[in-house]
């Protein structure tokens, strides 16, 4: 302990004094304060508040203000309100008092920062600002005064002593609670209509809101119109009416429930910017539209949070094309990818081969074209030939079948029948008593299903010569003559048999035959005309 006094003349520097004991000797008559109506805070331009001039004593050290001072508040929350505090700060190591704003902390029940008061710092609170979630400037309503208070502040009076203006600041705090307990119904009616206003309104938007974010509004409104009866303060409702604004806040937070939308730059790996989006979360749905056209597997990178694969929706990796220049996609992360919706379903087995020219069909590469060709019959015909179905009638000697139908190389567009050229489509190629294709076949059914002919031909009497027999579709192997009304008989066999069985009334002449290609011939004698039978066959 030690004995202090001053202020004595000095003698060669023995009556030395310090700022702390001038300081001191100023707090001993000056108290600490603001001056009456000095430093009052108000609103500014958007986030920031105004201290206006004025003057005020902290521990014996003087503070002046002389001019208004722009003080800037820190951004509000999306979700959370918060508090702070504005002071004037004596800093004994800075040497200095500053007007200074203490930030609060987010929070549903916010708390304003307490004052600082040691040996270092002391504060002065001149107002307490508070700042609801989604707040964007800052309004007077917000700010509430507490210089009048002298546990944190007080005014300065004069010399001694300052004012105990807690007093006063008790008594208009007790007005205050009067005023408000006068009021409590006409609030409880304002409550009441507000409700019967926000439900109605409600009712008109709840089918934009998601099944969770409609439901739990809808049982604030209900809780809400519950206490309507209940007598409430304004600190209750105003707290009431900030679940409610909280929520909204939080639902518009929740970006997993809501589709965001932008445009994408880049190919392939492309990116895109979102406002609000900060991380991928399972979910998450958003609208793209894409400036170019993928060439193959693609990836999309929003607000740099890195790059995910686009996918169909079967889990494949696009193909070219599948995304288009300027087109509009809804995407969907998965946890891992985007999923790519309305694309990537099953496919069946046809492809482009299966598929008529002049149509298209999907796969899992996009869009093919068909390659079946159309064609038109290269005959066309007013009427259909008769009812035969074996057909030699147009005139070249050819013979053709008429089927109805197609064939498996093209697909026939108004066709109702097609020919085809058939050359052994005749009667001696289909056994007698069969019919194909309209035509009564006349082959006599055998071994190989043998071929004949036969015939009558006529030899001038007296005379040795050789009958030629001709225009036969085939070699002969067998033949037979006979002379008609006699009893001589020739026979060929296939070179075994060359001989006449029985001679003629001049021996010195067999019936030798010469056989060629569709034709033989023999030789023959009669004394008077007479005719000759053959048969033929192979």
């Known amino acids: 302990m030690a004995e202090h006094s001053g202020f004595f003349p000095d003698v060669d520097g023995d009556r030395l004094y310090t700022t702390d004991f001038l300081a001191q000797w100023i707090a001993s008559f000056i108290g600490n304060g603001v001056y009456n109506g000095d430093l009052v805070v108000s609103e500014g331009s958007h986030m920031q508040v105004i201290i206006p001039p004025g003057q005020a004593w902290i521990n014996g050290f003087y503070y002046n203000n002389d001019s208004n001072l722009i003080l800037p508040v820190a951004n509000a929350d999306g979700v959370l309100s918060r508090k702070d505090t504005v002071v ?62 002298k546990s944190v ?11 105990d203006t807690t007093a006063i600041f008790n008594q208009f705090q007790s007005w205050f609670n009067q005023k408000s307990a006068e009021y409590e119904d006409d609030l409880s009616t304002s409550l009441k209509n507000f409700t019967d206003e926000f439900t109605t309104w409600f009712s008109d938007i709840q089918d934009i809101l998601d099944e969770n974010t409609a439901g739990n509004l809808l049982n604030l409104i209900n809780d809400l119109a519950a206490e309507v ?139 093919q074209n068909g390659q079946i060709p159309v064609k038109n019959p290269d005959l066309a015909d007013s009427v259909l030939a008769v009812s035969k179905m074996a057909f030699n009638d147009w005139g070249d000697g050819k013979n053709y079948a ?90 060929y066999n296939s070179g075994i048999l060359n001989q006449r069985l029985r001679e003629y009334y001049n021996p010195e002449t067999n019936a030798i035959f010469n056989i060629s290609a569709g034709t033989f011939s023999f030789s023959a004698y009669n004394e008077y005309t007479s005719q000759y039978h053959w048969f033929a066959t192979n």
């Open 88 to 149: 004037l700060r004596w800093d004994i190591n800075e040497r200095n008092v500053t007007a200074q704003i203490l930030t609060g902390t987010f929070s549903s029940s916010p708390i304003a920062p307490t004052i600082v008061r040691n040996a270092e710092q002391y504060d002065l609170k001149l107002a307490e600002i508070s700042i609801a979630a989604g707040t964007t400037s800052i309004t007077q309503a917000m700010i509430m005064d507490t210089r009048l208070n």
């Open 153 to 163: 502040c007080g005014i300065v009076t004069g010399f001694i002593e300052q004012a």
């Open 402 to 491: 008429l089927m109805n139908g197609i064939t498996n190389a093209y697909f026939g567009s108004n066709v109702g029948w097609i020919r085809t050229e058939e050359p052994d489509l005749v009667a001696s190629n289909i056994l007698a008593g069969k019919n194909i294709f309209g035509l009564t076949g006349t082959a006599i059914d055998g071994a190989g299903m043998k071929k004949f002919a036969s015939g009558n031909v006529s030899v001038a009497g007296g005379t040795y010569g050789t009958v030629v027999i001709s225009g036969l579709d085939f070699i002969p192997a067998f033949i037979a003559v006979c002379k008609n009304g006699g009893d001589e008989i020739s026979f």
């Open 229 to 367: 009866e209940t007598k409430e303060t304004p600190a209750g409702a105003q707290a009431k009416v900030d679940v409610v604004a909280d929520a909204l806040a939080a639902h518009e937070a929740d970006k997993v429930q809501h589709i965001g939308y932008a445009t994408a730059s880049g190919t392939n790996t492309y990116t895109a910017s979102i406002t609000g989006i900060t991380s991928l979360s399972e979910g998450l749905s958003i609208k793209v539209k894409f400036t170019n056209a993928n060439t193959g597997a693609s990836m999309l990178n929003i607000n740099s949070l890195g790059a995910k694969a686009i996918q169909k929706g079967n889990g494949n990796a696009l193909s070219s094309g599948n995304i288009k220049a300027g087109q509009i996609c809804h995407l969907v992360y998965t946890g891992s990818v985007f999923q790519l919706l309305g694309e990537g379903g099953e496919y069946g087995t046809a492809g482009p081969t299966q598929v008529l020219q002049g149509y298209t069909i999907g796969t899992e590469t996009g869009i």
